[in-house]
């Protein structure tokens, strides 16, 4: 897609759906979103066109979106790519591996850094032992590829425990 303003490729995508009239989209290239964002041009899109001028008056660039959509979580090993993609984490410990550049998103988006909405009746698995698990679990997958089965069996055998089932023997 191209820009409206010009030829170049469009990178922002900007779509507003409070109007009356229905959404409005803006197809913009770096150059014109940073023009029209800064210089507080009055557009349909005013609402996140706020949280944009943020991220570009915080220099933002391209390379540094790149340099970021790299980052990878050492322990599901989610890119920050994927996130973006995907608006899911891999793992609890995500939150804290990206906490620095999940802040100003959640705060665009929610206006808060604090859940405030309804929570689980059934008590969840605390953080630790999920990523225990993720990290087993990929630890298990790579012994099974490098055909360590007696690795893989004890990797099962703690993921078992974690979860609490029964260990399984070889005759049942």
């Known amino acids: 897609m191209k ?4 030829d170049k490729p469009a ?4 779509t507003e759906l409070t109007e009356p009239d229905g959404p409005q989209v803006l197809h913009l290239c770096e150059q014109h979103a940073r023009n029209v964002l800064q210089k507080g041009e009055p557009t349909p899109v005013s609402s996140v066109a706020g949280a944009l001028a943020k991220q570009l008056q915080l220099g ?7 340099k970021l959509d790299q980052k990878e979580c050492p322990v599901c090993g989610i890119t920050f790519f994927e996130f973006r993609n995907s608006g899911r984490l891999g793992c609890p ?3 804290d591996f990206f906490e620095a550049d999940l802040k100003p ?3 665009n988006i929610h206006d808060s850094l604090e859940h405030t909405g309804k929570r689980p009746t059934r008590a969840a698995a605390t953080a630790d ?9 990929k630890e298990m997958e790579a012994a099974v590829d490098r055909e360590e089965y007696e690795k893989a069996s004890e990797l099962r055998d ?9 260990k399984r ?4």
């Open 129 to 137: 032992s999920q990523a225990d698990l993720i990290r087993l679990r």
């Open 60 to 66: 933002q660039t391209k390379e540094e979106l790149r």
């Open 158 to 166: 703690q993921i078992n425990a974690i979860q609490g089932e029964p």
């Open 3 to 6: 820009c409206q303003y010009c």
């Open 11 to 14: 990178t922002f995508h900007i």
């Open 105 to 107: 998103l959640l705060l």
């Open 93 to 95: 410990l995500d939150y």
């Open 169 to 172: 023997r070889g005759n049942a």
